[in-house]
């Protein structure tokens, strides 16, 4: 029989401020949302940055017309796991490249936002065997590491520190959701059918899809329990935890 997966370490909760930065409207619903569930519920505040507006992911919908059909999914379904503020980027879908440019706007929420923690999705080369991952995913990851540390240097990105706006070197950690190297876990089941239903949200590009018999709740539930044996919980949601900074 082969090994049982390691168990997850509990991630911190001691924090009050997260944002979530990932490439496409519903990068966080498959898995994350009902961890965001579970934080706003406890009084935290999360927002939300799309790097763009996921307008190339519906093959039968022009660009335009699914930019706005997609961003309004996203704005619900952030509402139905707590978050208020969702902000779309406009980087074009599908061509994301990590660059200088991604960095310094993905620095320019951070000091803005001023959070604790950063939220992304799974940048690693696939989601585990060889299910690929796809290139958005790998370059916003990457970009969201860099620009947290870009956001801490004054010299870095310096144009943006006009009028209010100042560094901010208060970001403790990145949390990468759905990563296959992730040792670290949060219990989230009395916040599962949240998730659900933030990921049921995005009817149309589920609709655009065109898988037969794809139930959210199904799937959901298929990894929450697989990650919930290595928390010791019901249902549970998995990060692959980065320390900013040293001695953290
Ligand atoms: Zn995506």
């Given at each position: 029989?082969?090994?049982?997966?390691?168990?997850l370490?509990?991630?911190?909760?001691n924090?009050?401020?997260?944002?979530?930065?990932?490439a496409?409207?519903?990068?966080?619903?498959f898995?994350?949302a009902?961890a965001?569930?579970r934080?706003?519920?406890?009084?935290?505040?999360v927002t939300?940055?799309?790097?763009?507006?996921?307008?190339?992911g519906?093959?039968g919908?022009?660009p335009e017309?699914?930019r706005?059909?997609?961003e309004a999914?996203q704005?619900e379904?952030a509402?139905?796991v707590?978050?208020?503020?969702?902000?779309?980027?406009?980087?074009?879908d599908?061509?994301v490249?990590?660059g200088?440019?991604?960095?310094a706007?993905i620095a320019e929420?951070?000091?803005r936002?001023r959070?604790?923690?950063?939220i992304?999705?799974?940048f690693?080369?696939?989601?585990?065997?060889?299910?690929l991952?796809?290139?958005d995913?790998?370059?916003?990851g990457?970009?969201?590491l860099?620009?947290?540390?870009?956001?801490?240097?004054?010299?870095?990105f310096?144009?943006q520190?006009?009028?209010d706006?100042?560094?901010?070197?208060?970001v403790?950690e990145?949390?990468?959701?759905?990563?296959?190297?992730?040792?670290?876990?949060i219990?989230?089941?009395d916040?599962?059918e949240?998730?659900?239903a933030?990921?049921?949200?995005?009817?149309?590009?589920i609709?655009g899809?065109?898988?037969?018999?794809?139930?959210?709740?199904?799937?959901?539930?298929g990894f929450?329990?697989?990650?919930g044996?290595r928390?010791g919980?019901?249902?549970?949601?998995?990060?692959?935890?980065?320390?900013?900074g040293w001695?953290g």
């Amino acid at each position: 029989m082969p090994d049982a997966p390691p168990p997850l370490t509990p991630l911190d909760e001691n924090w009050e401020r997260a944002l979530c930065v990932v490439a496409h409207p519903d990068d966080l619903e498959f898995g994350a949302a009902a961890a965001i569930a579970r934080w706003t519920g406890q009084g935290k505040q999360v927002t939300y940055v799309m790097v763009t507006s996921g307008e190339a992911g519906i093959d039968g919908l022009e660009p335009e017309e699914c930019r706005r059909v997609r961003e309004a999914e996203q704005v619900e379904s952030a509402r139905i796991v707590g978050v208020d503020t969702v902000e779309f980027l406009g980087f074009r879908d599908g061509v994301v490249e990590y660059g200088v440019p991604l960095r310094a706007a993905i620095a320019e929420t951070v000091r803005r936002h001023r959070p604790e923690i950063v939220i992304t999705g799974n940048f690693q080369p696939t989601f585990g065997g060889r299910n690929l991952n796809q290139a958005d995913h790998i370059a916003v990851g990457r970009a969201v590491l860099d620009a947290v540390r870009d956001a801490a240097n004054r010299w870095i990105f310096p144009e943006q520190l006009t009028g209010d706006l100042e560094k901010w070197d208060g970001v403790r950690e990145v949390w990468a959701a759905a990563s296959p190297l992730a040792e670290h876990g949060i219990d989230t089941t009395d916040t599962f059918e949240a998730g659900v239903a933030s990921l049921q949200a995005h009817a149309a590009y589920i609709d655009g899809l065109g898988w037969d018999d794809f139930d959210p709740r199904e799937m959901l539930e298929g990894f929450g329990r697989q990650t919930g044996q290595r928390m010791g919980t019901a249902i549970a949601t998995s990060f692959e935890v980065f320390p900013m900074g040293w001695g953290g």
